[in-house]
């Protein structure tokens, strides 16, 4: 989706990179993340300040390979080492289906999975992972696990003004983000995090050198100069060209497609948000997320495979910890594939 | 030490990257290994052709961010599922200072770090690595461990014509590679593996998935083009300026400045190697490894504590399991930083 403004951009965002640059371990040993360069910290600072979607003072920035590396990073550095038995790590479902796989990945005496937030009530220390917006659904979240010895890591990846109203900078103590859904270079593999406690940012930078020795340079490079671009472009005289003018204009057209889909089907539902004021778009609208979170109403128990059966391929509820009447679907497909979902939805009757 | 010769190839090596390519996840999703570039891959193919220093026929390759993430990805796809107990992880001493801190660095509960090999005498299932030449004493190694239930990984990452002669193409299951140590290019963060066997290839795609969803397109694609400079330079009439030809004369030069050193001190010794004919260069040479591994003779005992002392900065023995009289120095550094090390080494009385 995001292909064809980069391509309208042209040379803007090119970057060159001759053989002998960027060839150490190292961008900065000075730093506390080492390994981060500083051009793109920079960037990343400015580029929250331009949308105002997250406080970036008194942060330490961790950069990691994907938001993905940043998450492992972060159960890793705020797992108690004394403790006998593993942290529990919850997320209120429907939650991201990645986070149980992960979590669980190399059977970890430091952390395991203990599904859904709203039922969770042991006592004692857990990590509530918070995502907001949310993925798969879309809306604002907060903590909802009632513990006094929480820790929360905020997965921010979708908290940018082509999906959501920006309403205020978010002010956490650990933020995750990523380019991959901000700009939609996933490709690179870069996230960055915005820690509050410089132990914890010491810890998540151990953890990234022990897993991959830091994170390329080559990409870093290249996201810097992506940030700087989208930076330059909400700024300067030309507005009204931004990146997050196209991509709001994007999503909004495909959501009315998908709500006009669902209409004429009748087969299904998907939910409504309420509208906000965005402070940096300066226009009030209603959240338009990366996913659709379909539900199959009636007699469909299993969704997914009623949709397969379309030929729409989607991934069911189950994965996201609820009921199978659930699906989630990409909004972010190139145009041509999202027609063609959203044609198929429209003409799929009982 | 490499940069200097990337420098004097100036544009050759030099990369350009659109802002709209490798944008998706995704390089080929037909392939095995869905997010490795198909151009990296060829060029891997190459290169191990033109130096003879692997066998790629019959081979999976999986990209990983540098040779330690395919390492961790090595053992998740090697480590029995179903077992009660963690599968212990063996090296013979001294081994490369990472392998215990990553294998037990989440203390997981598929695999577990248990020393050296050489001592090693349980029972049952084991992973052994084999790393050759040795890093940090540089020797030609083979398995050791007398188990039948042993399953091996080869660390190759110094088996390239400036470190040691190349007497034939290594024929094993499985076979880790990096561009830090054969191209000089640490801040890529880019490794590969050759896997015999496609389940444990797919098992190993699967962790890289799960730990960072893929590997920096940006980063394949300039490997790619420096693996072709390096393969077009040793076929080309130009071979005399090629790569390995470079750096191979350059460890020659450090090792004589090393070995003269040593001697004028008399403090010190460091391991004579037998001489071996190349058949990529074409030359009986002795291995000329990337870390010296240095031995202070007589009563120091601390040999890392006392070359601290003559600002020299080195790593302890104790890190790679044997003997604090050892100490192992990086011979990659700059030519400024080296000849300031050789020339304080060579002043060291007694």
């Known amino acids: 989706m995001y292909e064809s403004y980069w391509q309208k951009k042209g040379d803007e965002t090119t970057v060159v990179i001759p053989g002998w640059q960027f060839m150490s371990y190292f961008s900065d040993a000075t730093r506390l993340c080492w390994f981060l360069e500083p051009e793109f910290a920079e960037q990343i600072v400015r580029?929250?300040?331009?949308?105002?979607?997250?406080?970036?003072?008194?942060?330490?920035?961790?950069?990691?390979?994907?938001?993905?590396?940043?998450?492992?990073?972060?159960?890793?550095?705020?797992?108690?080492?004394?403790?006998?038995?593993?942290?529990?790590v919850v997320s209120a479902a429907p939650y991201y289906s990645s986070y149980p796989l992960i979590t669980d990945c190399l059977k970890s005496r430091l952390y395991k999975w203990a599904g859904d937030a709203r039922s969770f009530s042991k006592n004692g220390p857990y990590i509530e992972l918070v995502t907001s917006p949310n993925n798969p659904d879309g809306f604002a979240r907060r903590s909802v696990v009632n513990g006094s010895e929480g820790i929360l890591?905020?997965?921010?990846?979708?908290?940018?003004?082509?999906?959501?109203?920006?309403?205020?900078?978010?002010?956490?103590?650990?933020?995750?983000?990523?380019?991959?859904?901000?700009?939609?270079?996933?490709?690179?593999?870069?996230?960055?995090?915005?820690?509050?406690?410089?132990d914890v940012a010491r810890?998540?930078?151990?953890?990234?050198?022990?897993?991959?020795?830091?994170?390329?340079?080559?990409?870093?490079?290249?996201?810097?100069?992506?940030?700087?671009?989208?930076?330059?472009?909400?700024?300067?005289?030309?507005?009204?060209?931004?990146?997050?003018?196209?991509?709001?204009?994007?999503?909004?057209?495909?959501?009315?497609?998908?709500?006009?889909?669902?209409?004429?089907?009748?087969?299904?539902?998907?939910?409504?948000?309420?509208?906000?004021?965005?402070?940096f778009l300066n226009r009030v609208f209603e959240p338009q997320p990366a996913f659709a979170w379909i539900k199959c109403e009636g007699d469909i128990d299993n969704c997914e495979s009623f949709l397969r059966g379309k030929k729409i391929l989607t991934r069911g509820g189950k994965h996201f910890g609820v009921s199978p009447k659930y699906v989630r679907i990409s909004m972010l497909d190139r145009d041509k594939n999202y027609e063609t979902f959203v044609r198929r939805l429209s003409t799929i009757r009982s």
Chains 1, 2 share one sequence.
């Not at 810097?224 to 300067?236: F, Y």
């Open 47 to 88: 580029l929250h300040n331009v949308v105002g979607n997250a406080v970036t003072e008194n942060r330490h920035i961790v950069v990691g390979t994907g938001s993905t590396q940043l998450f492992q990073a972060a159960l890793y550095a705020l797992s108690p080492c004394a403790e006998a038995e593993p942290i529990s």
């Open 153 to 198: 890591i905020h997965d921010l990846a979708y908290y940018w003004p082509q999906y959501t109203p920006i309403s205020s900078p978010a002010n956490y103590d650990l933020m995750l983000f990523t380019v991959s859904k901000s700009t939609g270079h996933a490709g690179m593999r870069i996230g960055w995090a915005l820690v509050k406690d410089e």
């Open 203 to 279: 810890k998540m930078t151990k953890y990234i050198e022990i897993n991959t020795i830091g994170v390329s340079k080559d990409s870093q490079v290249r996201a810097a100069k992506v940030l700087k671009v989208i930076s330059d472009n909400s700024e300067g005289p030309n507005e009204g060209d931004s990146f997050f003018e196209f991509s709001y204009r994007v999503m909004a057209k495909r959501w009315k497609q998908l709500r006009e889909a669902v209409q004429q089907s009748g087969l299904f539902s998907v939910s409504d948000f309420p509208p906000q004021l965005c402070m």
